[in-house]
């Protein structure tokens, strides 16, 4: 399995910002897909939002539309996800995760192999 470790999560007010860093240290991040996921109390894991090995395709969520954006340096082994906006309902456990075995399936954390282990992302006033 391919381990990956996230970080960026913690407290944050409606309408602030966060951004999320998934890394991978013992492997090349470059080689494969990447997908970050929320799992709220109570739910499944839940597609945000996926970017291609050389990052020309990405897919979000229509949720977090126009206020997610993920992206991808190559050179530093991460994928980000910077959160603008942030409401009470994005509030979750955020994982990231690789090693996806069909691009149409990117929402689903079946399609997956491997997994961070969650930073939590709380918005609240």
């Known amino acids: 399995q391919l381990q990956l470790v996230e970080s960026g999560g913690g407290l944050v007010q409606p309408g602030g910002s966060l951004r999320l860093s998934c890394t991978a240290s013992?492997?090349?991040?470059?080689?494969?897909?990447v997908g970050w996921f929320r799992e709220a109390p109570g739910s499944g894991r839940w597609g945000v939002s996926c970017i291609s090995r050389g990052g020309g395709r990405i897919n979000y969520a229509d949720s977090v539309k126009g206020r997610f954006t993920i992206s991808r340096d190559n050179a530093k082994n991460s994928v980000y996800l910077q959160m603008d906006d942030l409401t009470p309902d994005d509030t979750g456990v955020y994982y990231c995760?690789?090693?996806?075995?069909?691009?149409?399936?990117?929402?689903?954390?079946?399609?997956?192999?491997?997994w961070g282990q969650g930073t939590q992302v709380t918005v609240s006033s």
């Open positions: 995760a690789t090693d996806l075995s069909m691009w149409s399936q990117w929402q689903d954390p079946s399609s997956y192999r491997s």
């Open positions: 013992t492997f090349s991040l470059r080689d494969f897909h």
